[in-house]
């Protein structure tokens, strides 16, 4: 029997699209260890079958570790090790796609979901082309709307340009890195893990250790303020000299002398009342940054929570370059849906009286999707994990801040004068909360509320004090701010900045919250500074960046930007191999620091030598042993035998013991010290018991 076959990018996608769209019941397929979905829409037999992200990848034809290679081919993707569980995926397509007369394309509109399709549709269907359904949501409605107005094609512009970006990264990646571990390995009889580098991995990192430089180069420069406490109807406040920083100690002491055991007098006074708009809606990087903020998760972390509550159908895509909700959202339904979630019903209700919902908009657009924003579909809060109740308190807010009024505030910033020296403070205060009222628990703003002070007003000066400080050097980027900077900077796009910067951390290439560079990140960075420059740079990577965007336009050809691609890389490869003896000597000493160094733990406290981390050859079970062993020392400890082990160069406040991180994949990570009789384990113990 032929059949409509629509293809969705993920099993939880492929289940919604088949119960928004089914006129009865939804049939569960259970075949290959998998799942796939029958239904009848207009009296014609539909089946909705997921794939699970890209099932074709690009891999080298000549399997040999050689560098330049450029003869690639698309394989399936279970034909890579580690990717078996995409076959079941694959063999289902395979065998659906024998009896299909009609094919939907149903992936996520962007360009990585348009190269799966494009990709199943011409290596599986052996056709170039299909009907698409269009939905920046997995509501019902608006996927009922997509079907009834199906695109007549898939779009070839996302197609081919996330086919050049494949091929661009898969050059770049493939080869740079086999040319960084090739250099290690010529020069060292030893195993190394692969030294890996990318097209917009190696820019970043030389960004963020652009930073770091700024930072050791800074040289604090002294200065000093002075600032009365002032006591007036009961109330205290603070003022500072006008002058704020005083770069000479002299003036300043000169100063405090001439104020000190005098009173003020209210100079002047300015009030001033303004609006604070509300902010505009989450675009993807808006939301990675604010979810760092609030909640510290990091922006792989935040992507994945948000691409659950997508897949439930609670939030719009969330990879989107825009700042804006268009009306066709309806939202007025959405106001009145999410009123139904108790916590919220106040805001929903006073934003349905006024007369004309109008969200305050950003400039930046997608011409694939909206703003992420909170649907109409609402969740049963109870049955969120705790990070999904986070995010989606944090979309839901910032949605229904952005129809609310402004906040009108008051400044009033008041002049003292002490001997003729002038002392200012000013003073804040919310007059209308507006959208603050909502988005409050989320945003900073500064409060305080002066006493009632007229022109002419004496005021008490309790204490005046002369604080001598340093001028600080930039700070470091956080995982928040150097997505942003990365945007700012044409670096990756909004679906591959968060992995970028989660390579860079899994390489050992940077670390901490507050990311530093480490020696190892630090040496890469430095050979290919000296030997292969334009390996990072900004501009380089810019440039083809926009070179993608003209192939998503049709103003060029993606053939064009790829030979362009082989040519500038095959002359950094040229010229990488003439200095590849120096860069091999060079990249050797760094790795062996970097894997000492991953291995230390701490000091042993039998005998004061160094503790590491030691994998049995006898087990194969890694343990904490002393390097003093061969001295008689003994001590030794187990430790948890799955996941990363990062020291934490710090001891236990319990038992003084050294300190370890354990990341697991899937899981949170935790921290603990290396005693297992360390009293913070009792409670753990009597668990286990």
């Not at 700012?488 to 390579?503: D, P, S």
């Amino acid at each position: 029997m032929a059949y409509t076959l629509i293809l969705a990018e993920k099993p939880a996608a492929a289940e919604r699209i088949a119960k928004a769209l089914a006129d009865g019941k939804v049939e569960v397929v259970k075949k290959n260890g998998t799942r796939y979905f029958k239904f009848k829409r207009n009296g014609k037999e539909h089946i909705c079958v997921p794939a699970v992200g890209h099932l074709f990848v690009l891999d080298t034809k000549d399997k040999k570790w050689k560098y330049p290679v450029f003869d690639v081919e698309w394989i399936e993707t279970f034909k890579r090790r580690g990717s078996a569980f995409t076959k079941k995926y694959y063999e289902n397509i395979r065998e659906l796609a024998k009896n299909a007369d009609e094919i939907i394309s149903a992936t996520d509109y962007d360009t990585e979901g348009e190269v799966i399709s494009y990709n199943i549709l011409r290596f599986i269907f052996n056709v170039n082309d299909a009907k698409r359904m269009k939905f920046s949501t997995l509501t019902k409605d608006e996927l009922v709307k997509a079907y009834e107005n199906l695109l007549p094609h898939i779009d070839f512009g996302q197609a081919e340009a996330g086919l050049t970006r494949h091929y661009l990264d898969f050059f770049w990646g493939i080869n740079l890195t086999r040319a960084l571990t090739l250099a290690m390995r010529s020069n060292s009889n030893r195993g190394f893990n692969i030294i890996s580098s990318g097209r917009v991995q190696s820019p970043t990192l030389a960004m963020l250790l652009e930073r770091e430089r700024e930072i050791r180069a800074f040289k604090p420069t002294p200065f000093w303020q002075l600032q009365i406490h002032c006591m007036h109807d009961g109330k205290t406040f603070v003022a500072m000299h006008e002058k704020d920083k005083i770069w000479e100690k002299e003036v300043a002491l000169e100063i405090f002398n001439k104020c000190k055991g005098r009173d003020a007098v209210v100079k002047e006074i300015n009030k001033k009342r303004y609006k604070q708009l509300p902010p505009h809606p989450f675009n993807t990087t808006d939301l990675q940054t604010e979810a760092y903020n609030q909640f510290k998760f990091s922006p792989q972390q935040t992507l994945s929570i948000a691409e659950n509550l997508y897949q439930q159908g609670y939030i719009s895509y969330p990879r989107s370059s825009s700042q804006k909700l268009p009306p066709t959202i309806n939202y007025r339904k959405i106001l009145k849906a999410i009123s139904q979630i108790p916590e919220y019903k106040p805001y929903c209700e006073m934003l349905l009286k006024l007369p004309e919902l109008k969200p305050r908009e950003g400039p930046k657009e997608d011409p694939a999707h909206p703003a992420v924003y909170a649907t109409q579909e609402v969740p049963n809060l109870k049955k969120l994990s705790p990070q999904e109740r986070k995010l989606y308190d944090l979309i839901v807010r910032r949605t229904l801040a952005t129809f609310a009024p402004p906040a009108i505030r008051e400044s009033m910033k008041v002049i003292l004068t002490v001997n003729n020296e002038n002392f200012v403070v000013v003073g804040k205060r919310t007059i209308e909360e507006g959208w603050i009222k909502i988005y409050g628990p989320y945003v900073k703003y500064d409060e305080q509320i002066l006493p009632e002070l007229k022109v002419g007003s004496v005021v008490k000066i309790v204490k005046i004090e002369m604080l001598e400080k340093e001028t600080q050097p930039p700070a470091r980027y956080t995982q928040g701010s150097i997505i942003k900077e990365m945007e700012k900077n044409g670096l990756g796009t909004k679906a591959t900045r968060a992995q970028i910067l989660q390579t860079l951390y899994d390489r050992g290439y940077i670390e901490g919250k507050s990311i530093r560079v480490t020696p190892l990140g630090e040496t890469v960075v430095n050979i290919l500074e000296k030997y292969s420059p334009r390996i990072i740079s900004v501009e380089l990577t810019r440039h083809f960046e926009n070179e993608m965007e003209l192939v998503f336009n049709g103003k060029k050809k993606r053939e064009e930007v790829v030979e362009e691609a082989k040519k500038v890389l095959t002359e950094i490869l040229e010229n990488f191999k003439v200095n590849q003896n120096a860069i091999g000597e060079q990249l050797t000493e760094a790795y062996i620091q970097h894997k000492r160094k991953s291995k230390y733990i701490g000091k042993c406290p039998k005998c004061g030598k160094d503790l590491k981390i030691i994998v049995s050859r006898k087990s194969g079970k890694r343990f904490v042993g002393c390097t003093g062993w061969k001295d008689g020392c003994d001590f030794a400890m187990p430790l948890p035998q799955f996941g990363q082990i990062i020291p934490l160069g710090k001891e236990c406040s319990h038992c003084g013991m050294p300190m370890i991180m354990v990341k697991r994949k899937g899981k949170r990570p935790f921290t603990m010290c290396i005693n297992i009789n360390c009293p913070s384990k009792k409670e753990w113990k009597n668990k286990k018991q």
